[in-house]
C-alpha cells in the first residue's frame, strides 16, 4: 500500500538500514547534509511529494520526488526500498497520477530492483556516471580568460550550454541561489562555461563545456580551477561518465580522487 508522508521520523531506522546497504543506498543520501535535504525535511517543500510503501504495518519504501506542475516534470530526490513491489507500487502510482510528465530517476547502479522495473517501463538510461571528491589541494593560476557570467554575454551562453537535461542555460541563470556560473571568453567571445553549485557545504561543478575549436588551449583547466577557488573553503564533488577517461583525467590533475562505490545511473522515462 503506497502512502502520503508528511514525516519520515517514525521510519528512521528503516532509512538508516537501507542507505547502508551498498546494494541499495541511494547515491543522493551519502552525507547527513544529503539525507536531511533530500528526504527527512522533503515533506515541508511545496513542491516535493513523499511517498511510503507498506506491507501491513511495515515500512518497505521512502521516496521523495520533486514534483512541478507547471513543467510537467517530476525527479526522484530520494528513494529507499529493497523491495521489487514498492518499486513497481511507485512507478505505478506515478502513470495514475502525473500521466505525460517527464520523469528522470537517479539511483544506485548496483540496485537491480530498480532497474528491472525502469526497464519495464521502457526507460532510457544513461552511462554509469563516476563520482569523483575533491580531496587534494593544487595550486592556482589565474587566468584572465575565466571571469564571471555577465548578462551582456546571455546569448553567447545560452548557444554554447548543454539542452538535453532538466538544468538548461535559462534554467541555471533563472536559479541564482543554487548557481553561480563562469565563463571563458577569448577575442570577446564566449569559448566555454563552468555551471557551480554554491548553496551546500559539498558542491558540484554541474556543467563543464569548452566549444570544439578552443579546445586544446587549457581553458576547460581553467574554468575548472577558478570554480575550485570560487567553491573555497567548501569540499566539492562532481560526476562524469564512467568512460570518460580524458575528463577524469582532467579532474585527478586538480586534485580529485575517485570514490568508489558511489556511483550513480540516471534513467528518463515518459509517464
Known amino acids: 500500500m503506497l502512502q502520503d508522508l508528511h514525516t519520515l521520523t517514525p521510519y528512521l531506522d528503516f532509512i538508516r538500514a537501507c542507505n547502508a546497504d551498498p546494494d541499495y543506498r541511494d547515491p543522493m543520501l551519502l552525507t547527513e547534509q544529503q539525507l536531511r535535504r ?10 516535493t511529494r513523499v ?3 507498506f506491507e501491513g504495518e ?9 514534483v512541478l506542475e507547471d513543467e510537467r ?3 526522484l530526490l530520494a528513494g529507499l526500498s529493497r523491495s521489487a513491489a514498492s518499486y513497481d507500487e511507485l512507478l505505478a502510482h506515478l502513470h495514475s497520477a502525473y500521466p505525460g510528465y517527464q520523469a528522470d530517476f537517479v539511483y544506485n547502479p548496483r540496485n537491480r530492483l530498480l ?3 525502469l526497464e519495464a517501463l521502457s526507460a532510457e538510461f ?3 556516471q563516476q563520482k569523483l571528491v575533491l580531496r587534494r589541494a593544487v595550486p592556482y593560476t589565474p587566468d584572465a580568460r575565466v571571469v564571471p557570467y555577465r548578462p551582456e554575454f546571455r546569448a553567447q551562453y545560452l548557444a554554447l550550454h548543454t539542452v538535453d537535461r532538466y538544468w538548461t542555460g535559462e534554467h541555471v541563470l533563472a536559479a541564482p541561489e543554487i548557481f553561480r556560473v563562469l565563463l571563458a571568453i577569448e577575442d570577446g567571445e564566449v569559448s566555454g562555461y563552468i555551471d557551480l553549485t554554491y548553496n551546500s557545504t559539498e558542491n558540484e561543478p554541474y556543467d563543464l563545456f569548452v566549444r570544439k ?3 586544446r588551449r587549457g581553458l576547460g583547466r581553467a574554468l575548472l580551477a577558478a570554480a575550485i577557488r570560487e567553491n573555497h573553503p567548501n569540499s566539492m564533488s562532481l560526476l562524469v561518465d564512467i568512460d570518460n577517461e580524458p575528463a577524469i583525467s582532467l579532474y585527478e590533475s586538480q586534485g580529485f580522487e575517485r ?3 558511489e556511483n550513480n545511473i540516471t534513467a528518463h522515462i515518459r509517464l
Open 38 to 47: 533530500n528526504l527527512l525535511d522533503a515533506p515541508e517543500n511545496p513542491h
Open 51 to 53: 511517498f511510503g510503501t
Open 58 to 66: 511495515a515500512i518497505t519504501g521512502a521516496f521523495a520526488l520533486l
Open 73 to 75: 516534470y517530476l525527479e
Open 115 to 117: 532497474r528491472a522495473a
Open 126 to 128: 544513461d552511462p554509469e
Open 213 to 215: 575549436e578552443s579546445r
Open 259 to 261: 570514490a568508489e562505490g
